[in-house]
């Protein structure tokens, strides 16, 4: 909209725009020949090339190894609350494939994948769960509720600022808090048709994994009457979508949460589930499933959800490990030609590596494995096709000899 916009200039090293203009949106402070004077974190900056040449425009952070966020190629394009609201606008319309009497729980603004770094917004209904994650979205926080107060129909927002990464920006970490609106203890939730509870202040991250709703689904052709184990459960996802599929169907829910494990349990009643037919366990699950290799238990479907086990390349030869030994054990307690579903939601874990741990595990305990459909996000969690780096989450449903 508004012409001639300036900003201090950052200047990168010769050739170092190229990955820029593919759609990169990340610039490391390795590639800056000149970093900006006088902003401070999170202050917007023009990026130009060696030879001077505007290339992109984002904001600045003098203290993580991603020095520059792009938020726009074009020169034209002022970063303020109009932007914003374009934005929003665009990412609620990918959302209209949700038909909300069906599914009205989805993340709105997915970061780096909407076009907006360090953002993430996700719709339980009528509310809105914001994180922001970095300095420069910090900058733009009133805007930013104004923008989506304009842009969504919701009832109320609440600011979920409690996320460690926020250290690495300089950033404090927030108690959650309501910042608009009117916001329930509890926000009843539809996905897929199955309901949920979200607490958008306590729950982990912003109080739903709405990441896992397509693999939630797809375990449903697994289950009917079947032994299903849930392995960090948390509240129940894989649980209630395997449980509905038939009362013969029995489920056993494992995680370290006692309050999610009892939520868990009050979604199985939600969806008029008896929670007496199928098990809530707080445990380790590592030790739960040593336990249950001991006693010869044996399920027909095992399901691995583990939080992420490396969230630096550094910590990657440790993950691997932990994903062996987890997969490991899954395949242990699964019955001869038993369905073994598992995720990795570690960035730096590829789909390859899953399936190079889970190749590993099935040499181990000498069973064959057949790979059955693999999966990384669905449509309300967009990847940017130049950031790769930024899609987290395998998931690999397989069959286990
Ligand atoms: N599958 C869930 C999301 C899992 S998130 C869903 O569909 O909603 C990861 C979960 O693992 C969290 O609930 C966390 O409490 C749990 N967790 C972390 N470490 C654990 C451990 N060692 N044993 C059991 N649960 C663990």
């Not at 899953?354 to 459909?373: D, F, I, K, N, W």
Request: aromatic letters at 8%; glycine letters at 6%; one cysteine or more.
């Amino acid at each position: 909209m508004s012409l001639n916009v300036h900003y201090p200039t950052a200047s990168l090293k010769p050739r170092r725009e190229e990955s820029l203009q593919n759609g990169h949106l990340w610039i490391f402070s390795g590639a800056l020949q000149q970093s900006p004077h006088w902003i401070e974190p999170g202050g917007l900056v023009d990026v130009k090339s060696s030879t001077g040449q505007f290339v992109a425009r984002g904001y600045y952070n003098p203290h993580t190894d991603i020095a520059i966020r792009i938020l726009t190629r074009d020169i034209e394009q002022a970063i303020d609350e109009n932007f914003l609201r374009q934005r929003f606008r665009n990412a609620v319309a990918l959302r209209r494939v949700f038909d909300p009497d069906h599914t009205n729980a989805y993340r709105l603004i997915n970061s780096e994948g909407d076009g907006l770094p360090g953002l993430i917004v996700d719709r339980f209904a009528e509310i809105l769960v914001v994180q922001i994650h970095t300095a420069g979205m910090e900058h733009l926080r009133s805007q930013l509720i104004d923008a989506l107060l304009e842009e969504t129909d919701t009832r109320g927002i609440v600011f979920r600022n409690d996320s460690q990464s926020r250290r690495r920006e300089g950033l404090e970490l927030e108690e959650p808090r309501v910042v608009t609106g009117g916001v329930p203890m509890q926000v009843t939730v539809r996905e897929n048709n199955v309901l949920f509870l979200v607490d958008p202040l306590q729950g982990q991250k912003t109080g739903f994994f709405l990441d896992q709703r397509d693999k939630r689904e797809a375990l449903r052709k697994y289950t009917k009457a079947k032994r299903v184990l849930n392995c960090f459960s948390y509240t129940g996802g894989f649980s209630v979508y395997a449980a509905l599929t038939s009362e013969k169907t029995q489920v056993t829910s494992v995680d370290i949460s006692s309050p999610a494990i009892e939520t868990a349990r009050q979604h199985f009643i939600l969806n008029g589930l008896d929670p007496q037919h199928h098990q809530f366990i707080v445990a380790d699950v590592f030790d739960y499933l040593e336990q249950a290799r001991s006693s010869g238990e044996h399920y027909d479907v095992v399901a691995l959800d583990p939080p992420a086990f490396a969230k630096t390349q550094s910590a990657r030869t440790q993950a691997l490990k932990a994903y062996r030994r987890l997969n490991t054990l899954g395949m242990q307690v699964l019955r001869p030609g038993g369905i073994l579903l598992t995720c990795s939601c570690s960035g730096v874990i590829r789909m390859d590596d899953l399936l190079g741990a889970l190749s590993q595990s099935a040499q181990r305990v000498q069973r064959t494995v057949q790979v059955l459909e693999t999966y990384t996000h669905s449509v309300d969690h967009p990847i940017n096709l130049a950031m790769p780096e930024t899609a987290y989450l395998k998931a690999v449903f397989c069959r286990v000899e």
